[in-house]
């Protein structure tokens, strides 16, 4: 299967259908829920702490904050600086390897833009048809 630009898609049918997607790790690490809205707003303000991140993105809570925080340092995503001062200082930051998340952010966003409209027309032909 080709896919837009230079990407190609390509399957087996003998690989089951969940190991046979290439993307599909990616989407578990870049597309859990808040991973993107923190992504994004380290990208944004730069280096934070993790009240102003908390204040940030107000809906999310500090237990899942902390969870999503641990989880993005350890698959490299975010850096995490510890200052040992009275009292302590945390600061979080997008690595460099965050950082490349960039330009696929940017299509999504493109893409976003572009057809949204589109989907939310398709839902409203969904919902109402007849045999719904």
């Not at 730069?46 to 999503?68: A, D, H, M, N």
């Not at 302590?88 to 057809?115: C, D, K, M, Q």
């Amino acid at each position: 299967m080709r896919m837009a630009g230079n990407a190609t898609w390509t399957s087996s049918a003998a690989t089951e259908p969940e190991l046979a997607c290439p993307i599909g790790p990616v989407v578990d690490i870049v597309f859990s829920r808040w991973t993107t809205p923190i992504l994004w707003t380290l990208h944004t303000y730069g280096l934070q702490r993790f009240v102003e991140l908390e204040r940030r993105i107000s809906k999310i809570t500090p237990k899942v904050l902390t969870q999503r925080l641990r989880q993005l340092e350890r698959d490299g995503l975010i850096l995490r600086t510890y200052h040992p001062e009275v009292p302590p200082r945390v600061e979080y930051e997008i690595s460099e390897l965050g950082r490349s998340l960039a330009p696929l952010f940017a299509h999504l966003t493109e893409w976003a833009a572009h057809n949204l409209d589109k989907v939310e027309q398709a839902r409203q032909d969904y919902d109402s048809r007849p045999d719904r």
